[in-house]
């Protein structure tokens, strides 16, 4: 991941430029008394002791590039250093580009790393699902190589212009394990999931355009509608039970709200702190930690399920009328894959 200095308050240029006594104080409150403040300033910035020592009394400003290596060495928070907790101003990070499998691999390496932190009973997850969750398209059958496929030929230019069909596309071995994988982990963590009828638009829209384009047979649609299938009916096994069907048998509570327009942003809770992972593209995301901002988020969702039907553990009536449409548009595009293949346009 890589820092950039996006504030939701535009700061004027000079607003980095110098250091205030706040900034000064943060950074002395982390050097053990008996260290030369001046010497880790040093070492932080790798600048010899008159630079550290003009640096530190405002002779010198201090430029953003310098900020972000003293809070690494520090270990401090920018919004911290900067005084930035509050409404206005937060500090950021964003996911690095994907343009290739290797990234994409390395994307879902990282991931299965980042949600492995959260496999004890102090931490669990809030998703706002617009789209179903990519965690459950990652297994290893042929919906999930068509996701990968479909992610690759958007973000990859060299598929696009090959115009490769999806039969004919040969996926590393590596990168559906690493996806696999990431779908596992995700599964051993406490969710909560707020969905509503549009879950499945996407895929449904993408298996459709492929096969119309005739990048994707007929036979592998049908395969690949029938994994989607049974992808529903295991998360709505996993909302009656209220439960996930693994060794830990962790909690998964599943809600249907009718007033959002969902984003799929995810709330991540620890122990003590909270994170926000809000998607500004495909597979790419914000990653927010301050914290007044999560909780403000963390508390919107949470009020929105007072608005929402549960569908976990109980509702039989509410759970059947919810995943019926979803399972009928599956049917709908069964219906006109036939179709088409029997009349092609």
Sequence with gaps: MQIINIFFVVLAKNTMSSIDNHFIKNLKSKCPKNVSFIDEISMALDINYDAAYRRVNGKTSISLEDAIKLSKYFKISLNNLFNL????????????????????????????????????????????????????????????KFKIYVWLYILDKDVAKKNIPFEKFNLPISLIQAAKNSGTAYGNVRITELWNYGVIDSIINQISYFFETKLLSYKSALIICEDLRDTILKIEESAYLGKRKNKKQTEFRLFHNELLILNNNIIIKNKNTKTLISPYSLL???????????????????????????????????????FKPIYNQIDHLLKRLKLLNEFPL
């Design 85 to 144: 907790g509050n409404k206005n101003r937060i500090t950021i990070t964003k996911t690095k580009e994907i343009k290739n499998a290797i990234d994409l691999e390395n994307y879902f390496n990282n991931l299965t790393k980042d949600l492995s932190v959260l496999n004890n009973d102090a931490s669990s997850v809030f998703y706002s699902a617009k789209d179903l969750p990519i965690f459950y398209v990652l297994q290893n059958n042929l919906l999930s």
């Design 284 to 322: 790419r995301y914000y990653k927010i930690e301050d914290q007044f901002t999560c909780n403000t988020i963390s508390d919107f969702l949470h009020e929105q399920l007072s608005n929402s039907k549960l569908l976990s553990n109980t509702g039989i009536k509410e759970r059947i009328l919810f």
